[in-house]
């Protein structure tokens, strides 16, 4: 559907971070785009208005108005809501957010598409970072805030589309992975374990959605594959295009060593087949990050950048929020809030930190937010990857009613099961009583980790608040 300059386009449930970042772009192109969602509030409301974009607080069969041309339906709306249920009733072309990013930003442009369970936010920042620090001026839509950059979308000159691909799915009627709409050239697969359980139910249906990623990528592009990961392995044996391993392993075309912890981030060795390019420093900690910027080079070195302006660029990412993220130090307590969830992510996340700050007492504060940490699937893989935390308090399930018929994620079953093997651990019912609890307990020296990818009440906040009354931030 080719629509004409200036034409009304819609977006129901338009302050998500992508579905936001859309309606900016799409107002870049010249449209006309109002947008409506349940709760709007600063920073989103304040970008989307400042861009040009009306918006309208709650959802209501009057926001479909008589010349609205297209509407785009957020992943979250289903039937029901009253301006979904106007946009069928009055005929208007309605589509989805990564359909509408083929068509319009991506098409003709050599995508770069970063896929995987864990890493994709920061791979795909790494990546656009360095394509822009080259001097390609890419385009990119990134599902966080790149500190490198303003916005977490960008709209350049050149021939690159970087962008995540969420094997999550794109609309109540576009039940597939979202990943399925970028047409791929250059594809990379970071790892691949069994996550979102409400749209699937084993790795095995997890697999066959990266198996077709696979085979949606052309022969004249490349692949670059995670081969420390078993499942990554197991998709790309069906590939007809070029592949790029990277890894730990011995035999990986892009071979990682000499890992090593300072306080300015972490150093590793690189080869490129039996050719040693030396050292590199990526301002991140932990293994996994190693090899989400490893990831990032091989594409960029893919595309003609110099190995030591990759260097260079490399040294240079300043990381993106809520991602490791030194929310600030005061008294010599150290707050740290990252988007972890994920058994693995909250592992590897931890053990990182752990890694930078080797003789604090660690508090790790989670919120079971996700879809998927509504059911009790994980509850048991918590337990190990806890294990770096000192103290450890769960917080409740925001919304309980996702888990549906599987059996729940219980907060107090999992706090007695990490007592029972020696952590002290809680669970409470409130953000205060967790603020309260923390702010009695935490000495000079701590090191406080929020673990979310929901916004936790608010309680990150609140707590920095608190401290910030009684001491001066470092």
């Known amino acids: 559907m080719i629509l004409k ?16 970042s859309l309606a900016i772009m799409l107002r870049e192109l010249g449209f006309h785009v109002t947008g409506s969602d349940k709760h709007i509030y600063p920073p989103m409301s304040t970008y989307l208005e400042d861009a040009g974009i009306e918006l309208t607080e709650g959802f209501s069969a009057s926001n479909i108005s008589h010349d609205t041309e297209l509407v785009i339906v957020g992943n979250a709306v289903s039937r029901g809501n009253p301006e979904l249920e106007a946009t069928l009733d009055a005929h208007i072309p309605y589509s989805n957010m990564p359909e509408v990013l083929r068509n319009y930003f991506i098409s003709g442009l050599h995508s770069v598409v970063v896929s995987g369970t864990h890493g994709k936010t920061t791979t795909t920042a790494i990546t656009a970072h360095l394509f822009n620090y080259a001097g390609l ?61 409400d749209i699937f139910n084993d790795l095995k249906q997890i697999l066959r959605s990266f198996h077709q990623l696979v085979n949606t990528v052309p022969k004249s592009g490349l692949i670059i594959a995670n081969t420390d990961d078993n499942s990554v392995k197991e998709v790309i044996k069906s590939s007809h295009t070029p592949i790029q391993t990277f890894g730990l392993e011995s035999d990986a075309y892009w071979r ?14 690189l080869w490129q087949e039996q050719y040693d390019y030396g050292k590199f420093t990526v301002p991140l900690y932990g293994k996994h990050n190693v090899q989400n910027a490893v990831a990032a080079i091989a594409a960029g070195f893919s595309v003609g950048i110099n190995i030591d302006l990759l260097r260079t660029g490399i040294a240079s990412f300043k990381g993106v929020k809520r991602r490791q993220e030194l929310l600030g130090i005061w008294n010599d307590i150290v707050v740290i809030d990252d988007f972890a969830h994920h058994p693995t992510a909250v592992e590897n996340t931890l053990t990182a930190i752990s890694q930078v700050y080797p003789n604090h ?29 000192s103290n450890i308090i769960i917080g409740q399930v925001p919304r309980p009613d996702r888990a549906r018929l599987d059996p729940p994620f219980i907060p107090q079953r999992l706090v007695d099961k990490l007592n029972t093997r020696g952590k002290h651990a809680w669970c409470f019912e409130s953000p205060n009583q967790i603020s309260l609890h923390l702010l009695e307990n935490i000495r000079s020296g701590d090191v406080v980790v929020f673990l979310s990818n929901g916004n936790f009440s608010g309680i990150q906040k609140a707590f920095i608040k608190k401290l910030e009354t009684s001491y001066a931030k470092k």
């Open 256 to 269: 990682i060593g000499e890992i090593e912890t300072t306080p300015k981030g972490t150093n590793f060795n």
């Open 137 to 197: 001026d890419p385009s990119f839509l990134i599902a966080g805030i790149p500190n490198n950059f303003n916005h977490s979308h960008r709209l350049g000159k050149g021939e690159h589309f970087i962008i995540e691909g969420d094997e999550y799915d794109s609309a109540y009627f576009a039940k597939w992975s979202k990943f399925f709409y970028y047409l791929p050239r250059t594809l990379i697969i970071n790892n691949i374990e069994f996550d979102h359980a």
């Open 5 to 20: 300059d200036g034409a009304h386009i819609h977006l129901i449930a338009a302050c998500g971070t992508a579905m936001g």
């Open 361 to 389: 007492r660690m508090w790790t504060l989670f919120e079971p937010a996700s879809s998927t940490n509504s059911r009790a699937i994980f509850e048991e893989d918590y337990i190990s990857a806890l294990s770096n935390a």
